[in-house]
């Protein structure tokens, strides 16, 4: 027999949507953040293959206000989230860069790019393509950010990441 996880299982701990990324610089306010999950995964799948879910994007900038889903996988947001974590590590003189993008070159759908320069300075630029309208449609952006900004962010991830740990019972999200 097979159990299906119910939905009220897997969030009791995060309350969605959980935003796992929250820039605000007055003049725009870009939010990248955890929907839902998948409905019927059922334990065994979660067991081998991970929990799945929905990511959206919330993006507001003089006269722009857009609210859509992206295809991007949990797998995606991990490396992502490794990757951020490592370059803000070395970030101080290495032009470090940490990219969040779908799987494989030729999709094109996600591109999310952090960059420190040499001297310490943050620049976050990126689009995303909206799957609710077959990606005909997409916002594209660039902006700087404070070192405090990427702290929120691992801060955020490392507790959504922790939460999934719990209830997949591994960390195995590729």
Known sequence: MVLLYTIRKIESAIELPYDLIDINTGSEHFIFQF????????????EMG???????????????????????????VYTFYYSLDT??????GRN????????????????LTITFDNKGRCLMDGYFKNKDDLYKSSIAFSFKIEHTDISDMLISMDKFFHELIRVQGHNNFI
């Open 35 to 46: 929907i839902s999950f998948d409905d019927n995964q059922t334990d065994r799948s979660i």
């Open 50 to 76: 991970g929990v799945t879910g929905k990511f959206g994007i919330i993006y507001q900038s003089k006269g722009i206000d857009c609210n859509f889903e992206c295809d991007i996988s949990v797998g995606n």
């Open 87 to 92: 370059a803000y590590d070395i970030m101080s």
């Open 96 to 111: 470090a860069v940490s990219v969040l993008s779908d799987y494989g070159d030729t999709l094109n759908r996600t591109n």
